[in-house]
């Protein structure tokens, strides 16, 4: 057999297992699953959310934050939210590390957390240890030691349970001084 005709059998060959290669898919779950193990990072992120008419929803920032698509997780360094209503400021939320699981829908506000939720009243501000939100229905809750302060009241509770939607705050075991304007 001649050197030309091995070259064009040999090209025909490549061909079709390069082809049965691409075709069968094979390349693609290999992009897939290399993806997976990829663990991603990025310093000084700034986001913003608008509602469905245009409006701002949600500014959020944060010094550093990784996410690791295997486990679907986020860690969050620094992160600084503030949400807003109809065009206005309702409330902040601090946290020097946030961590979010099950490709965030669920997060953990951990150390030194302050979460200032505007009211009718006034601002009132609540400091804790360890919050934890689920941003797609808006609750909060933590079993930790909560400080509470508005203007009408100074408490501190041994956990709490709200549902930012409705407004309802549940608090647990209460020690403190309410004083209701007159």
Known sequence: M???NLYAAALVIVMITSGYYYF???SKKLDV???RNMTYA???VKLTQTDEKGAVSTR???DRIIQNKQDATTQMYNLYVTTYTQGKEDGTYSA???DGYNDNEKFVLRDHVVANKVTPQGTMTLTTTELTGYPKT???ETDQKVQVESPQS???SQGLKADLNSGQYEFFNIRGKYAPTS
Do not use: L
């Open 60 to 62: 959020s920032s944060v």
């Open 42 to 44: 990025a310093e000084q």
């Open 138 to 140: 808006k609750m909060v």
């Open 2 to 4: 001649e050197t030309k």
């Open 96 to 98: 020097p590390r946030a």
């Open 33 to 35: 699953d290399s993806s």
């Open 154 to 156: 100074q408490f501190v």
């Open 24 to 26: 069968s898919g094979k």
